[in-house]
């Protein structure tokens, strides 16, 4: 199989260009990148009409409801979503009924994404078993069924001796730790972020400060075992001179951020609009700010979509009692893309947050448009406008804060090795 893109408008994350120019891919590998327009041969054309083409996004952290929920979500309508919204690697959580947290749950999740999903699915294994933070998972069984990181997700491990076994345990086989920094006992209950707005709702609000003495709590134990870090999702100012000083002391951490709290603030609640609800709860529009400078500046490496399915009757409860979450497989592009437009982030910026970085972290060859890399690809417009409409969306779940919003960005085509796996109507 060979095939060349011309006429693309490449995003390169790793060299942080964006400009036109042609690739060319051989049996799902990126053969070459050229600025000329090379001739073709007998290699299939694929005329990009000056389109975007950058490399498929890594998402980490994608909830994905087998077993248990499948009414939810399941892996077929999961694959269907990314592949929709240029998500060419999803790396799935374990907080599954019963949670991922052992060799035969793995690999249960991992035969049902690779017969179901049309992108490939990477899954994560709990840290302790039952996510209940009392018994660490046997780590090196996990990593040999194929688990390419550990979390509890938001059950946050409240006994800093189990934590810091499973840290230790964690280094010693080079595994990757994903943790939600969050002080449990402040943030329990909580439904929105501490302050005026909160207050004038009458709503249990959660202080910027959890977030922060939660990941000190952390920083603190990385200090001590030396192990390979993750921070799920920082959202506050608060926590950012944490993060500043443990990368400047060359602890082995990286940090991530979901979209939506890049692109929604507090205030986007307004009345009790529960679809906005996701935890942690949105923050103050300064928070938001300083988390998009953060990103710019390379101090927050990733985003991702925090992709949380919820059905409807989860969701049409009072503000307090409704589930937390919100799917995001198929807005995530063109949410990313809202930052891109109001000259918040360029494209490079984005797709190394979405694609490069995440893929370094997990030790994937993807994320980049260089030869050798999987010619895992997407192909979109990033000007063409749409209204959402959440019926139309492939999750079976249609929790999205996005519904009825006015957004920018179509996906035209996906690529997961080379194949195309979407191609819009």
Known sequence: ???????????????????????????????????????????ETVDCGGKCLAP????????VCEPGERHKESYKSAGLAAAAGGITTMVTRPDTLPATDSPETLEFVARRANEAAPVNVLPMAALT???????????GFLLDAGAVAFTDCDHVVTDTKVFSRALTYARSLGAL?????????LSAGAAATS????????LPAVSPMAERMGLDRDI??????????????ITTARALPALERAKKNGLDITAGTSIHHLTLNELDVADYRTFFKVKPP????????????????????????MHTPQDEESKRLPFEEAASGAVALETFLPAALRLYHASDLDLPTLFRAMALNPAKRLGLASGRLAPGA????????ADAPFVLDRWKLNSKSKNTPFDGARMQGKVKATYVAGQCVFEAS
């Not at 078993?129 to 780590?139: D, L, P, S, V, Y």
């Not at 730790?177 to 006992?185: N, R």
């Not at 999987?374 to 417009?381: K, T």
């Open 195 to 202: 302050g005026k707005f909160a207050s004038l709702r009458g």
């Open 220 to 233: 603190a134990l990385l200090e001590m075992t030396g192990a390979r870090y993750h921070a799920d999702q």
């Open 56 to 63: 498929g996004i890594v998402d980490i952290g994608v909830k």
């Open 1 to 43: 199989m060979k095939t060349h893109f011309t006429n693309a408008r490449l995003i390169d994350p790793e060299n942080g260009t964006d400009r036109i120019g042609a690739l060319r891919v051989e049996d799902g590998v990126i053969k070459s990148v050229v600025y000329d327009d090379a001739p073709t041969d007998d290699a």
């Open 177 to 185: 730790v994903i943790a939600h920094p969050q002080e449990p006992t």
């Open 374 to 381: 999987p010619a895992d690809l997407i192909l979109f417009d």
């Open 282 to 305: 949105l923050r103050s529009e300064d928070d938001r700010q300083a988390v998009i400078a953060a990103l710019r500046d390379g101090l927050i490496d990733t985003i991702s979509s």
């Open 129 to 139: 078993k039952g996510r209940a933070g009392r018994e660490m998972t046997e780590i």
